[in-house]
């Protein structure tokens, strides 16, 4: 069975929770014992019918404030395929989670209040799901109940959205009127919207063409632990755990181990320590290597002809996720998947303007800003670009001392012209 | 050349599972792997055979025993570890009661739930654990909804919902401060059906008490089943009954409520979870009806 994975995003009170609870619930992925326990919450409170959005705010804060804070998973099954739903903050302070929220999704599902119509945070968000990679986008044009079931609306937010997708270049935008309050047109199709001849929502979760695991892209594979046994048995046994991350491994192939540079070939893949000829991401193996070579958490093994440039200079963009701004000369550890070392920014280069998308000059980035910087590390990476592999091209940003995540990494550029400045 | 490997959602959820439990063993010196002999943690242990076999594991097993047990999943507990060759290190509430002083819950059903938190906490502090592995799933509750996968914790094993690091891609941040420990959920993704899947297709063993057979219950004013045992206390006015009853989860004894069912069989039982109209929890948990947010108040507390 396939598997969607998307997000839901939009502005604070666009209805978001009430949406996903409405899916869940016309679906019939909610059972009898939670629905009970909401009924019971709405009689002690003031709106009389089921609030569907207590589905999925979790957290007691949540519940108080009537707003979603945190990323919220839920899970649910149709006959045609699986879904998991990540949920995500409207909240401006909370963009951060949005952008946890798109690092996962194949498919961003973007809310718009058919009374407000696109708003800075639409904006933000997509820009954002575009950033992190997501193709295909649902403009869900909520709470048309409210304007009467009006086409003209519908088709007024549908103009503005195409312009701002236009400009960023989406090229997948499915347009449909919904309330999720009353449920027209989110699982099944509404008397009230006859104007709308396409699908409801939930039928164009079903059908619309999951991106399968990028097998094109160039075979990539960190060595996440080394597995020695040392046993009587097994003495001199060395298998180097970890995913692959992208592409195809097959036994025998001629490999570089990166950093280092050495040249090898793989002698065996085990997965659950039966021998394959062949493996594919995302699957989770041992790779053996026909040579005693010196290889490490962080090493990366990749095929002699598909291998990258390590690289100690890179150009990214940012997500900035913490109050304290980053600027210049500040010195921070990078991890990239497996591989960690330090680094320090060289320079800020620029900034995106949510309003314009357009770049403007910066000497910070502060909490959610979305900026572009360049980065000198302590020991080489293994790196790709995002735009050629969204698995290797990310990167975290942590701070060195508490630990903290403070920004998402996603490399434009691996290979640099002469720094024009040094630090 | 051969034809690539066709890799269906099972097996993306086990990749990503194995990924997680392989990114603890790089990341951390000392970490544990909680294992209560429950479905989810029998699961794990076989996801952590494939991530680190022909090697050893790379953590002891941990069973903090609430002493409320059910004598079959003892049993089985010991039994799984001593054929994995694997270390299982047990800690129990009874004596933190003792040393700590601490009062028994009271009343008809006292379940040692929450306390276990406090064992739980020592046997960190005991062990220098600097991650605990759980079998904990995000369908299970709506807090452990909002949960990441590498969870943080302050000193006082505290989760605070409004400080979790973001959790970007599968990129795992395990970077703490002394003091600090990790609660990681490699099934995080999973769900109830998923697990019983999982199982049915790798052939797991599981405790006999998983599948149907006949059991001394007291049908609760709710209309539960909870398996008679020597922790409750009975009054005359309770009614007893004898039902064929299986378990969906396994806990403490005194809170962890039967289903009647004729399941025998895995394939049984995951027909009987499609049909199922009543989510896992709720059919088997009392303490989550306690308040609306209990399992967010035991989390912040330290809880799993």
Known sequence: MDLLRFITCGSVDDGKSTLIGRLL??????????????????????????????????????????????????????????????????????????????????????????????????????????????????????????????????????????????????????????????????????????????????????????????????????????????????????????????????????????????????????????????????????????????????????????????????????????????????????????????????????????????????????????????????????????????????????????????????????????????? | MPTLPRIDYLDRLEAEAIHILREVAGQFQRPALLFSGGKDSIALVRLAQKAFRPGKFPFPLVHIDTGHNFPEVLQFRDQLAAELGEQLIVRRVEDTIKQRGLREPGGKFPSRNALQTYTLLDTIEEFGFDACIGGARRDEEKARAKERIFSVRDEFGQWDPRRQRPELWNIYNGQIQPGENVRVFPISNWTELDVWNYIQRENILLPSIYFAHERRCVVLPSGQLLAVTEHLTLDASDELTTRQVRFRTVGDATCTAAVESDAHTLEAIIEDILQAKVSERGATRLDDKISETGMEDRKRNGYF
């Open chain 1, 25 to 423: 619930y016309d679906s019939d992925a909610v059972s009898l014992d939670v629905l009970a326990a909401l009924e019971e919450q709405n009689r002690t409170s003031a709106a009389g019918t089921v609030d569907l959005a207590l589905l999925t705010d979790g957290l007691r804060a949540e519940r108080e404030q009537g707003i979603t804070i945190d990323v919220a998973h839920k899970y649910f099954t149709t006959p045609r395929r699986k879904f998991i739903i990540t949920d995500t903050p409207g909240h401006v302070q909370y963009t951060r989670n949005m952008v946890t929220g798109a690092s996962n999704a194949d498919l961003a599902i973007v809310l718009v209040d058919a009374r407000q119509g696109i708003v800075e945070q639409t904006r933000r968000h997509t820009i954002v799901s575009v950033l992190l990679g997501i193709k295909r986008f649902v403009l869900a044009v909520n709470k048309i109940d409210l304007m009467g079931y009006s086409e003209a609306v519908f088709h007024d937010i549908v103009a503005d959205y195409a312009a701002v997708a236009a400009q960023l270049g989406i090229k997948q935008v499915a347009n449909i009127p919904i309330s999720a309050l009353h449920g027209d047109n989110v699982v099944k199709p509404s008397a009230n919207l006859p104007w709308y001849k396409g699908p409801s929502l939930l039928e164009y979760l079903e059908t619309v063409p999951v991106a399968t695991e990028a097998n094109t892209d160039a075979a990539r594979f960190q060595v996440q632990y080394v597995i020695r046994p040392q046993s009587v048995e097994l003495p001199d046994y060395r298998g180097y755990a970890g995913r692959i991350q992208s592409g195809v491994y097959r036994r025998g192939d001629q490999v570089l181990v990166l950093p280092a540079g050495i040249e090898t070939t793989l002698e065996a893949i085990e997965i659950n320590q039966q021998e394959a000829d062949v493996a594919v991401a995302p699957q989770a193996v041992v790779l053996r290597l026909t040579d005693d070579v010196d290889v490490s958490r962080g090493d990366t093994i990749v095929p002699l002809a598909l291998a990258p440039e390590p690289t100690r200079e890179l150009e990214a963009t940012l997500c900035w996720m913490v109050e304290q701004p980053l600027r210049a000369g500040h010195k921070l550890l990078v991890q990239h998947h497996t591989a960690k070392t330090r680094a320090v920014v060289q320079a800020i280069v620029g900034k995106t303007d949510i309003q314009s998308f357009a770049q403007q000059e910066a000497t910070e980035a502060k909490l959610n800003d979305i900026v572009r910087v360049r980065l000198k590390t302590a020991q080489p990476l293994a790196a790709d670009t995002y735009q050629q592999n969204r698995t290797t091209g990310a990167f975290i940003l942590l701070d060195e001392q508490t630990g903290a995540t403070l920004a998402a990494g996603l490399i434009e550029q691996t290979v640099l012209a002469e720094p024009e400045f040094e630090i």
